[in-house]
């Protein structure tokens, strides 16, 4: 294993340590006599530059080997750097060149490289300065998340990708099967006999684990999931996936205010944290990808969440389509869902900063948001930023046990099947709330990439599986 | 939400300090004018005591209602107890029952419950003081491996879950389609016409990421992966899993040697932590499930693993055979795969703690496994620990392009499918290794418990996909 990552002796190396070099070529630049070659790791967006001259062991060979992707082993010498650009170079005592990368077929040539060509190598494209700085930021995410979450006590639950509910109704689902799909096996009548699949029964990729996260608040009180979930939506955009990472919070003997503050608390949590320990990486993506990426961070961690309820959004809506300010494509009504247009304005051009909206209609919210006083309402929230449009949904949950079975039999749904759902109201209910972070989402709108599919290492969408 | 948690007012909470418990009651003991409640919140295996006398408003109606699985929220002062086995209790100014738990129907009655029983009711175990402890040292595992990596300048990298690549061979995967099983169209020939499926080919669930972590690792040199996997075999047993959570870190610039010092404080790593952190609840596991639990983590801490190649490890179960002092159900030759029992033999008996056997022969590894200089082996190495064999896997990967082709060939793998991994030994190719730990088993190791169905929250085996 390496010893010294580059991004410590880039931070700490003193001039005359020797010192051991792991990694790939991204430049090289030959001179007469001697040549500079950076070398990258992976630890950090910055390159090591390493002189080689012809007192190295074989040089005219090595120096014919080290072309951009090449992997090498170089043994040297810390010395003051004399060029621009960085503090400290290495100069090569011995270069070890572990795997070449021919120049005529090494599609990662030293220019810049469209993202859409990218994804059609992306088994390489993690060895661009845009996709070491992603997946770095990618990962620092997913840590603060756990951070965060520890810190204060709540349990990671693991809850199951295959599913038998398809009751949650929040998309189409996968189906998962060990059948021959060539040899469906039949039952007499000519059903599907699933009595011979795996699990005996039909079962589905999961769309979310807030049924099963809510089981395990009734116990630890405080829990949180970090998993894959799954969508069959043939949505070809920018913003979906088929497979994604969600974070879901739950917390027992919480409502929706509470929930709320978690939420906003969390969301500048993890911005505090990725600009604390990937500055470097959040420059780059304000420089290359997106100008307004770092204020974007700050306007999150410094500002206060602005809070409305979605009546009084519909009525700052109207009043604006009124004044026309602003021009919708969809017409704004109470009772009907909000558009991302709508959220867009709501919180880029009125607010200017994170907005949560709450107190949704129940119509057009799920069976298991808890219905509010006026029964008109439930008690939902949503997150929408600048930018990305919404990127929490939450809410207190509906904890009695009647309220809930009039609202399963009013969307038509069987309590036979989330039988052991109810249970939890029938056997020490609480009030519970909780929410779910798309965690892409979250990456994608941290480092202003535009297309979802390059914020994580190898996307799921229509037709694409690859790798 | 809770705002001091049960574990923190037992630790440091003092006389006359006011506080609220928020909980489920685990017991109600009724006495003459008075009665104890020992409260609950999942946040550590003891519970809290609260008394509750008859100047605690509605006292007869309240005293009712907290029988074992009601949910109380109670506002009191801390006492000194007079009691035996705690050194405070909360004396209770009012309580709130949230949700009452019918004795006659509640299953969670203060006696043990068996763990088959408990299988049926995975939506209450949580609240039992065995998978309470479960959960939380569940927990504490998934964290000291984040941590462990992450202090080490890994990235944590999420690997696909579907995957077009059925070609790992790891074992039978499960098919993902959006198809409706019912009406599966088909080409002109008759044929599955997957053209019309959501990948546009046959998909599966992921049986390892290790490939693409590789991937990732010859861009940032240290990657793991924390994620689900699937194997579709219908195997009944107790160790089996359907679906379970898998870490498999890659190092490039690793050699096997390095893998093996890696694997090794990894796993006295996440047992120092949990010893650390869930103290209480490993010696409830000592007390409860199995006596040799902390003797067997203070082994692990302790002692280096022993490290034995399988060419020896044969010699040593042929001599051990020879010798009369064990019986083995299959015999034992060089060439063929080491039985569970031969495993168990080498580290229970022989060693009398971990093992680790490397160099298997190359016949019975997986194609990625790099062959060793005498061609007959490969450079793979297995821990094995007593009372569980097999924990984990691991190998030095083979980064010879032609050696690689060689050994897919021999296989009767196609290089198309893999195109991309071939391409990481074409640029910029470099020695490296990495292992894969199974979640659940070393959970199940570390606890003692006899079933891997009662270490996740809701497992998945066959004919089972229940909650």
């Known amino acids: ?37 950076e070398v990258n790791d992976g630890s950090s967006m910055a390159s090591l530059q390493v002189v080689i001259n012809e007192t190295v062991p074989n040089y005219s060979e090595i120096i014919k080997k080290v072309n951009t992707g090449a992997s090498v082993e170089v043994d040297g010498v810390i010395v003051a750097s004399q060029g621009k650009g960085q503090r400290i170079e290495v100069k090569a005592e011995s270069v070890q060149v572990y795997g070449d990368a021919d120049p005529e077929v090494y599609p990662l040539q030293k220019k810049r490289h469209s993202f859409e060509f990218l994804r059609t190598i992306g088994h390489l494209r993690a060895r ?22 520890q810190e204060r006590g709540f349990l990671w639950v693991h809850t199951p990708i295959i599913t038998a509910s398809d009751c949650e109704g929040a998309g189409e689902m996968f189906s998962v099967t060990s059948f021959d799909l060539n040899k469906i096996p039949r039952n007499k009548e000519g059903a599907i006999d699933y009595s011979k699949d795996f699990f005996a029964r039909p079962t589905y990729l999961t769309v979310s684990g807030q049924l099963e996260a809510e089981v395990m608040a009734m116990a630890f009180s405080n829990v949180y999931t970090f998993g894959p979930t799954f969508r069959a939506e043939n949505s070809n955009t920018s913003r979906h996936l088929a497979e994604f990472w969600m974070v879901e919070p739950e917390m027992a003997f919480c409502d929706l205010k509470e929930d709320m503050d978690l939420a906003e608390a969390f969301l500048k949590h993890i911005f505090k944290y990725v600009m604390e320990t990937c500055r470097e990486d959040m420059e780059f993506f304000n420089e290359r990808i997106d100008k307004t990426v770092l204020e ?10 602005e809070r409305i309820t979605y009546t009084e959004a519909v009525k700052l809506l109207e009043k604006a389509v009124e004044k026309a300010d602003v021009q919708f494509e969809y017409p704004v009504s109470w009772g009907t869902d909000l558009q991302s247009e709508h959220e867009r304005y709501l919180c880029e051009q009125l607010f200017k900063k994170p907005t949560i909206i709450t107190n949704y209609p129940a119509q057009i919210k799920a069976f298991y948001m808890r219905l509010d006083e006026d029964e008109k309402t439930v008690s939902a929230m949503d997150i929408v930023a600048p930018k990305i449009g919404e990127i929490i949904g939450g809410s207190q949950r509906e904890e009695r046990l009647d309220v809930l079975q009039r609202r399963m039999a009013a969307q038509g749904m069987k309590e036979e099947d ?50």
Chains 1, 2 share one sequence.
Do not use: C
């Open 1 to 37: 294993m390496i010893e010294k990552r580059i991004a410590e002796i880039l931070r700490s190396g003193q001039p005359d340590e020797t010192v051991k070099v792991q990694g790939w070529v991204r430049t090289k630049r030959e001179l007469k006599g001697f040549a500079f070659i």
């Open 128 to 149: 661009t300065n845009s996709f070491g700085a992603m997946f770095r930021v990618r990962n620092a995410v997913a840590t603060a998340i756990h951070q965060f979450f």
């Open 296 to 305: 974007t961070a700050e306007n999150i961690i410094n500002n206060q969440f």
């Open 418 to 467: 989330l039988w052991w759902y109810l249970d939890l109201r029938r056997f020490g209910t609480v009030p519970h709330a909780g929410f779910g972070l798309g965690f892409e989402r979250i990456v994608q709108f941290m480092t202003g990439m535009a297309n979802i599919r390059d914020v994580i290492p190898f996307p799921r969408t229509p037709e694409n599986a690859e790798f």
